[in-house]
Every structure is written in C-alpha cells, then in structure tokens.
C-alpha cells in the first residue's frame, strides 16, 4: 500500500506542477477539440468496461488506475488554482469589474458546493470506509471547485494587467480598445510570439450603460501610463519581421 501511496503522491505533484505552468489557457478550447477530447475519453472508459467484463481488467488493477486517473485530474486542477490565484495576487487591485448577482456570487456557491461535495465524498467526515477511490475522487472534485473559485467569468481591469479568465494581459501589451457597440468593449493585445513576431488578438466583453465612463477612464489612463512600453514592444516585432 505504502507503494501506491507514494506513486500517487508523486503523481498527484506531478500533475499539479502541470497545472501551475501556463501551459493551458481556455481561450485555446474550441468546440471541434472539446468533442473530439469527450468522444475519446467516452472510447477509452468504454473499452475498459468491455475489457473489464472479459476479466481482462480486474478490479485489483482497476481501483489504482481509476486512483490514479482522480489523481491526475485533482493534482492538476489544484495546479491550475494556485496559478490563478498567483496571477490575480501578482496584477494588482482592481480598477473595474462588471458586477452583478450571476458574477460575484453564483459561481463561488457553485465552487462552493462542489468542494462540500468533495469532502463529503472523501467519507471523512461521514460513517462510510474510507478508501483511496473515495479520497482520490473527493480530492478531484475539490480541486475542480477550487478552480472554479478562483476562475473568474468576466474580465478584471487591474493596476497592473487585464485578467480575462485564465489570461493574463500586461498593459503594455494592450494595443488598442474601442467599442463594438453600445454597450459591447473589444480590446486588441499582443499574444505570444511565432519566431519572435508578436500576435495580435482580441477580445469582446459587455459592459453596462452605467459603467461605460468609468471603463473609458481606466482605459484611458493606462494606456498613456504604458505608452513607452507599448511602442517599444511594438517597434521590437516590426523590427524582428523585417
């Protein structure tokens, strides 16, 4: 037993430094990955099933691959917590955030209730055995509501970047805002590199009526603060195309 336990502690560290590196961003996600990454998941589990009603995967290696399946699903979602909080820590505090009922307080009870979940499917602090699939499972779903706690569904204007869910946007690399609509903001930024040469990409985010001059004087502000910064970045990438 001190065996597995030791495994699935390095993999559960494992798996956690992953989920701590900025490897993962879920602006990456399209609908086309997402399916063909379920569909596959649903083959996999589903042909172990059949293996498993064969007697070619028994119980005995089953419980510590499925141990090992929650491990790697908990270890990386507590990773991918820690790294949020590491960079809403390391922006600052917050210029303006839309604010309302669905975004300030409906995802943190949802967060919420998961990790209660979590613990309670640990069994410790109920009268059921526990067991490695239960404290692996309830860890898995911890570290999910973890994440979720700290995920943010709404961009955060920050004194020194631009949070938008697990992005996070230094001001010199904000290129340009404007306004798509009455009440819809796109702001355009600089976004890794392919052979030096810096990608512009863009974002859209609601804004209300009632905030639309608060938002245009952050804006404003930040963007004259770091135009040094901005045109010598800008003028590097013109200047390593060429």
């Known amino acids: 037993m001190w065996i597995l336990s030791t495994v699935l502690l390095l993999i559960f560290f494992g798996s956690a430094w992953i989920g701590s590196r900025k490897l993962f961003f879920i602006d990456r996600l399209t609908p086309p990955l997402v399916l063909n990454s379920l569909l596959g998941l649903l083959a996999f589990f589903t042909l172990l099933i059949i293996a498993n009603s064969f007697g070619l995967f028994p119980q005995t290696v089953a419980a510590p691959f499925m141990m090992g399946v929650y491990t790697v699903i908990g270890g990386f979602f507590f990773g991918y917590a820690f790294r949020l909080y590491k960079e809403r820590t390391k922006a600052g505090n917050i210029l303006y955030q839309n604010r309302s009922f669905w975004i300030d307080h409906a995802p943190n009870l949802l967060a919420a209730a998961i990790i209660v979940f979590g613990l309670y499917r640990t069994s410790i602090l109920i ?28 961009p955060e204007f920050r004194t020194d970047s631009v949070l938008i869910l697990d992005r996070s946007i230094s001001w010199p690399d904000v290129v340009s805002w404007h306004w798509q609509s009455e009440e819809v903001l796109a702001i355009e930024f600089m976004a890794g590199s392919v052979d030096h040469v810096k990608r512009i990409k863009q974002f859209t985010t609601a804004v209300s009526a009632a905030d639309r001059k608060e938002v245009e004087m952050v804006l404003k502000s930040k963007m004259d603060d770091f135009a040094d910064e901005r045109r010598e970045k800008l003028f590097n990438g013109e200047k390593t195309n060429h």
């Open 127 to 154: 009268d059921l055995p526990v067991t490695g699939i239960r404290i692996t499972s309830g860890l898995s779903l911890i570290g999910f509501g973890l994440s979720t706690w700290t995920l943010k569904p709404v």
